[in-house]
């Protein structure tokens, strides 16, 4: 197997912004991996600073510099590329400031600046060179001095008033020059900002192809950056990246003109067409097109020029076009010197002026777009990542509005665009952005209709604003407090088993002494009645106090064995055990509070013998149906239901249902239902369905719970049937 080759590494400075850098930057590495044969990794630097560390210590194969940069490991580069602007290699810095607050240099002291970063040499290096050679010292002139991170940032701040004065790169030193570069960072808000001043040229900032790349891979790529603008690709957006309209190896400040170099293909061709499909006019960067020449080919069809194959789609485009009247577009594929190439068309019918004879003609422009398409798919891969990607994706404006939401967002939070910046979601990211969050804390969670989203917030730059991924981790949570729950029980079990332990002896004593202790006073009280002394009055609230004490000791007996089951471990010799009969029994014992609640339903289906401990699934029963029974107010007794339900499952396994309908549950009392001491009821110690969950799932089954408010709960009991599953019936 052939090793894969190592990734080029490419670095690029931060001032290019975020967010449509990005996208123009991994396609702009995509191209280069197509053209090159090896895959080119693009990576945006933190810093100016990291980006020079990162060069001097060796660890990047190409980078894209400051001029100064450039011009520092030039020495020991492979080799410099300059990014090309109007024609030239090198540019100037303009310094602008509002237009309804013009400024000039000696209006500048006391003025506040707003610079891209230190390191940068059109937004900062420049035009303090400048101002120093004017003989002007920033630090005495400006009255604050800031660094922004990128052009547009600064730039903004000058707007809103936050500054007065900006510097911006300009490939000529006019004003016309200067709004062309605004408007690419600042759109139509371009016209609000104007240069009052402009610096001494130098060499442009470009490509540095360092000693890492071997020289075979080096050459490559300087013959790929040199040409990516004019070999016939259709590439050019791509050069957007950096502004610039190609690259030059240049080692002289000196503007000399660029070699021409022929195209490998050609880039587009444009053509006239009268009604009889003659080319009038015909034209292309080299005078061929598809493999013919096309000089000098006026007056003839176009199909005898080009050939049937690529001049019968052209003709068929126009004809189209002209019938119709309102133009028209086609993609073709053609063989041309061997290679498969794809070329886009667009026809536009053209009326004749005032003055001029003949008819309407068809203009056609017809445009290599084989690399381009090649470069879609990457496109449409890279916008199909947040489209695709199941978890919910979102990027947020720093006040919290909603720029985008992948359909996974909008499917799992379909009132996010109801609720905007007032959603739980959009609040917590906020929350956690302006608490500046060290690395290493942990994410924010939160819990919405049950499911509970944890949150990786990373912000951005330019422009402001913060990318929110939400990831479903409500399993895992469901997991950790089962985790936490169990960790909880173990530590109480072995608590209770102590604590039962220790206080079982003890309240014997007590509560064999307070019944003695009533008894002798019942006997003296009755004494002192028969002589008629007054003390027996006084002797009775004794014994009632006594009597409560004992009410309070029977309580704590009760907490005491409850503590014990919780505790106790299974037993090791299991029996078969019909949960009917043990169920029929324990309905027997609660039926004298069943009958002035509601009415009993009995659903009882043969159902397989499960392997337990009849005492403790009776003492299961008994605590669920007593549960179940104090749910439901007597006064409702004419319509409550209490049911009562045995089937067998899917799997073979036994279901025991307990269905009430009382008042129900909430969400939280619900999600704490079989914690330990947790109760609703003051008269309730908390215990009694934490030590029947701690039962049944100690003989392998489960115990869930659902209810909804003013509905009525129903209580699940599944436990496996025994190894060697017999019926009621069978037994029989």
């Excluded at 500046?436 to 499911?451: F, M, R, Y």
């Amino acid at each position: 197997m052939t090793p894969l080759a190592a990734p080029i590494r490419f670095l690029l400075s931060p001032s290019l912004g975020e967010v449509k850098e990005h996208v123009r930057a991994e396609l702009f590495g995509r191209a280069l991996t197509q053209r090159l044969g090896r895959p080119v990794v693009v990576e945006l630097a933190p810093s100016y600073e990291a980006l020079e560390r990162e060069l001097a210590e060796g660890r990047v194969d190409l980078a894209w510099g400051t001029a100064e940069q450039c011009t520092a490991f030039e020495p020991q580069a492979r080799a410099v590329l300059r990014a090309v602007r109007a024609g030239r290699w090198y540019y100037h810095a303009a310094l602008v400031c509002r237009a309804e607050q013009p400024h000039t240099l000696e209006k500048l002291k006391g003025t506040r600046a707003a610079w891209v970063a230190p390191r940068s040499t059109g937004g900062y290096l420049l035009p303090v060179r400048y101002l120093l050679s004017r003989g002007l010292v920033p630090a005495d002139v400006f009255a604050e001095e800031r660094h922004y991170g990128t052009y547009r940032k600064a730039l903004v701040a000058v707007l809103t008033g936050e500054a007065d004065v900006a510097a911006i790169y300009s490939s000529h030193p006019e004003e016309n020059t200067v709004r062309a570069y605004l408007a690419e960072h600042l759109g139509a808000d371009e016209r609000r900002l104007i240069p009052f001043a402009f610096t001494e040229p130098t060499l442009a900032d470009g490509l540095i192809l360092t000693s890492r790349l071997p020289e075979a891979d080096a050459a490559a790529l300087v013959s790929i950056l040199t040409t990516l603008a004019r070999g016939g690709a259709g590439l050019e957006p791509l050069l957007g990246l950096f502004d610039s309209e190609g690259f030059v190896l240049s080692t002289t400040p000196v503007p000399r003109p660029l070699a021409s170099r022929a195209p490998r293909h050609t880039e587009y061709l444009a053509a006239e067409l009268d009604a009889r499909e003659r080319g009038l006019r015909l034209w292309t960067p080299t005078g061929s097109a598809f493999g013919r020449d096309v000089r000098h080919v006026e007056e003839r069809p176009l199909e005898e020029v080009l050939g049937p194959e690529a001049g019968g789609a052209l003709v068929a485009l126009a004809r189209a076009a002209r019938h119709s009247g309102v133009g028209g577009r086609v993609e073709y594929r053609l063989e041309v010197d061997g290679e498969t190439r794809w070329y886009a068309a667009e026809a536009t019918v053209r009326a004749p002026l005032a003055g001029e004879s003949g008819g309407p003609t068809t203009a056609l422009l017809v445009r290599d777009v084989t690399e381009l398409r090649a470069l879609e798919e990457e496109l449409y891969r890279l916008a199909s990542f947040p489209l695709l990607h199941p978890e919910p994706m979102l990027e947020l404006g720093p006040d919290g509005t909603l720029r985008y939401a992948n359909p996974a967002a909008h499917t799992a939070f379909p009132d996010l665009l109801v609720r905007g910046a007032g959603h739980p979601l959009v609040e917590a990211a906020l929350a956690w952005a302006r608490r500046g969050a060290a690395a290493g804390d942990s994410p924010p969670t939160v819990s919405l209709g049950g499911h509970h989203w944890e949150l990786s917030v990373a912000p951005l730059v330019d422009p402001e604003g913060l990318r929110v991924f939400a990831k479903n981790v409500t399993a895992r949570k469901k997991m950790e407090a089962q985790l936490f729950k169990a960790d909880r029980m173990a530590q109480l079990g072995s608590l209770a088993a102590s604590v039962g332990h220790e206080m079982g002896n003890p309240l014997a004593y007590m509560l064999a002494n307070l019944a003695f202790a009533r008894e002798e006073l019942a006997r003296v009280k009755e004494t002192l009645h028969a002589r008629g002394d007054g003390l027996a009055q006084d002797l009775g609230d004794v014994v009632e106090a006594l009597v409560e004490a004992t009410d309070g000791a029977d309580r704590l007996k009760t907490i005491v064995q409850d503590l014990r089951m919780l505790s106790r471990a299974p037993p090791e010799q299991l029996e078969w055990v019909d949960v009917v009969p043990v169920l029929e029994h324990t309905l027997s014992l609660i039926r004298g509070e069943l009958r002035h609640r509601a009415r009993l339903e009995k659903d009882f289906r043969p159902v397989p013998a499960v392997e337990g401990d009849a005492a403790r699934l009776g003492q299961v029963f008994l605590n669920l149906l007593q549960n179940a029974v104090q749910a439901m107010s007597e006064l409702d007794a004419a319509r409550n239901l209490l049911r009562v339900a045995t089937y067998t499952g899917p799997a073979g396994e036994v279901v025991v249902e307990i269905q009430d309908t009382g008042a129900g549950m909430s969400p939280e009392v619900l999600a704490r239902l079989f914690e330990p001491f947790f109760t609703t009821r003051p008269a309730s110690t908390g215990l009694g369905l934490s030590v029947s969950h701690a039962i049944v799932t100690s003989l392998g089954g489960s115990l869930r719970a659902e209810s909804r408010e003013g509905v009525g709960t129903t209580l699940t009991v599944i436990l496996p049937a025994a190894t060697e599953p017999a019926t009621t019936s069978e037994k029989k």
